[in-house]
């Protein structure tokens, strides 16, 4: 239970629907008793019934009316208290589920870029949902079950050991085997089913992977090994189910027969001492009726045994994810404006997980308001610096200075949204085109949007859809082609005008002419904003005031369009090149 007393302070917040829940449950519990012992009183009354005088048997007849009101009563307040009892604990496990879940998101939301390449989305998906809802099973019915088992246990064996000691000895004995039997197969149970899950996740990552991968699949013909290879998980798939449907049969039946032995116990053992005139007739249908009432919490204990050790298992993993702090902190909470220079000085960076050394020695400045371009072939380092300046990663080496400030001295949040950053994976959420550009403004206008896209070059292409800015994008936004998909994530950047500009090789689906119109745009409305511009095109970089060349980590060729030309390096030679290709 160590791991899930992280969870007591969530339960501090509904202590009082708590508490009123196990009031509630307790009251009901006893309220139960009122069937089994009346029903014994009738029966007796029964039995005297025939033997009775006529002045007897209409004392009889209204002495049996109220014992069937008292039932009547007793029943209907029992299942009323039984539904608030739900009410109350299950609601609260509801809401203890939403809290947890939000905890779990935020926590998501804290942790830095590295936590997601180390940890897959499967399992980042699973915590929050699966492992969420087996530590709810705990927080809600597990907690329910038990206090209901409880007080049906201290109310109902006293009662028994009351009407009649011996028998209730017999009558109890079969029942701690019966908890026995349902632990080791509610055990069993989820072994089997963890392994249904897995074998159904496989299945959704093979649909997934073949639903958006399907162009690719489609153009390979691999549409017969694909079928292939789903069915053969599927069979494996059906097999596990088959697995957990047979121990799952075996569930009912046994519970009936343990049922049945205890019932034959109290026929058996209580005729005998209805003979011996030990007891009365009508102790036997009250003790059947305690049996059955005993059965279902007792065949509980196994269950819920099973699902608090699951919860606490979910829970640890949970904990694995909590207790983990972000590699990247907000080290200042005073709020620090960002004006826009940036300086590496001397940075090196190593990719801890791959241990690649992706800048060496990279010195360079650049003042607010001015435009950088980076160039170098692929792997070369270019996206490690822009990840450098949102910080999505510290430098251990060198330094890093923005405005003169070391970055890890400014406010994460204030650098963060002082950024506007275009990937080179142009991401877009199933959502409006307007609202995947208002993401970068929350409080956007139709107009500010309307702006961005025509700075963006984009403008055209969304009217010329039916819906314009409502239209809206599949996983991953399908309907749009890759150059649409580039400019609609750079009008999400501009949009909110931020101090730093950094456009990570995107435009490298947009054709030179539009390339050209976008960064002429550009210009005019970045005059003060710091621009960052990777690429591989010198179409892209010719205008910025400074470039630099990245090789392998290091800059090796640094100037102006006209300078780096009179180099005859690197820079030329792709100029001279894609000059050819242009013609
Ligand atoms: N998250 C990461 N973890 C480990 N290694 C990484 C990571 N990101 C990049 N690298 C490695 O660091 C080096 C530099 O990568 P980077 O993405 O900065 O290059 P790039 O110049 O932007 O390349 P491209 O033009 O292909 O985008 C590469 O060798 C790459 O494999």
């Known amino acids: 239970m160590k791991e899930l007393k992280k969870l007591n302070k969530l339960f501090a917040k509904y202590k009082w629907q708590l508490i009123g829940g196990v009031i509630v449950t307790i009251i009901s519990r006893v309220l139960s008793l009122v069937l089994p012992k009346y029903v014994g009183e009738i029966i007796n009354l029964l039995s005297d019934y025939t033997d009775a005088s006529e ?119 079969p029942l701690p085997i019966l908890s026995v039997a349902i632990y080791v197969i509610s055990r069993e149970i989820n072994k089997r089913s963890t392994l249904v899950q897995e074998y159904l996740s496989n299945l959704n990552t093979i649909s997934q992977e073949s639903f958006s991968g399907i162009s690719v699949i489609k153009a390979y013909n691999l549409a017969p090994q694909m079928t292939e290879q789903f069915t053969d998980v599927a069979n494996d798939s059906k097999d596990k189910n088959i697995d957990l449907a047979r121990i799952q049969a075996l569930f009912f039946p046994l519970m009936v027969l343990l049922i049945g032995l205890s019932n034959i116990m109290v026929i058996y053992i209580g005729g005998k001492q209805v003979i011996d005139g030990v007891i009365d007739v009508g102790t036997i249908p009250e003790f059947l009726i305690y049996v059955n009432m005993l059965t279902w919490p007792v065949a509980i204990v196994g269950w819920v045994t099973n699902m608090i050790q699951q919860a606490e298992a979910s829970q640890k993993r949970i904990n694995e994810f909590l207790d983990i702090e972000p590699a990247i902190q907000n080290l200042n909470e005073a709020s620090t404006k960002v004006k826009g220079s940036i300086a590496f000085d001397k940075v090196n960076f190593i990719y801890e997980d791959t241990n690649i050394h992706a800048l060496k020695d990279i010195s360079f400045e650049i003042e607010a308001g001015k435009t950088l371009a980076i160039l170098g072939k692929t792997g070369s380092g270019k996206s490690t610096i822009l990840e450098l300046i949102g910080r999505l990663y510290d430098i251990e080496n060198g330094s890093l200075t923005i405005d003169n400030k070391e970055i890890r001295s400014l406010n994460l949040d204030d650098l963060r949204s002082s950024i506007g950053y275009v990937p080179q994976d142009a991401f877009l959420f199933s959502d409006t085109i307007g609202n995947n550009i208002a993401f970068g403004k929350k409080d956007a206008s139709q107009e500010e949007i309307e702006t961005a896209a025509k700075n963006a070059v984009v403008h055209k292409n969304i009217t010329n859809f039916t819906k314009g800015y409502e239209t809206v994008l599949g996983e991953r936004g399908i309907t749009l082609s890759g150059g649409q998909k580039q400019r609609v994530s750079i009008a999400r950047a501009i949009i909110k005008k931020p101090q730093i500009l950094l456009f990570d090789d995107c435009l490298s689906a947009v054709d030179t002419e539009t390339e050209e119109k976008i960064l002429n745009n550009l210009k005019k409305v970045t005059q003060d904003t710091t621009t960052i511009i990777v690429s591989h095109r010198v179409s892209s970089a010719k205008n910025a005031d400074q470039i630099i060349v990245l090789d392998d980590g290091k800059i090796i060729e640094r100037g102006n369009h006209d300078s780096l030309l009179n180099e005859n390096g690197y820079y030329a030679e792709l100029f001279a090149n894609q000059m050819l290709e242009e013609e």
């Open 55 to 173: 002045a007897q048997k209409e004392v009889i007849g209204d002495q049996l009316t109220i014992y069937i009101l008292y039932i009547l009563g007793a029943t209907l307040l029992a299942a009323g208290l039984t539904f608030i009892m739900r009410q109350l604990i299950i609601v609260v496990s509801r809401h203890l589920e939403y809290d947890l879940k939000n905890i779990v998101y935020q926590q998501y939301q804290r942790l830095s870029l590295g936590f997601y390449k180390q940890n897959r989305t499967g399992d980042l998906m699973n915590r929050i949902s699966e492992d969420v809802s087996k530590v709810r099973m705990y927080m809600g019915p597990a907690i329910m079950y038990s206090i209901n088992m409880l007080t049906l246990f201290a109310v109902v064996i006293p009662a028994m050991i009351n009407t009649a000691p011996t028998l209730a000895v017999y009558t109890i004995i």
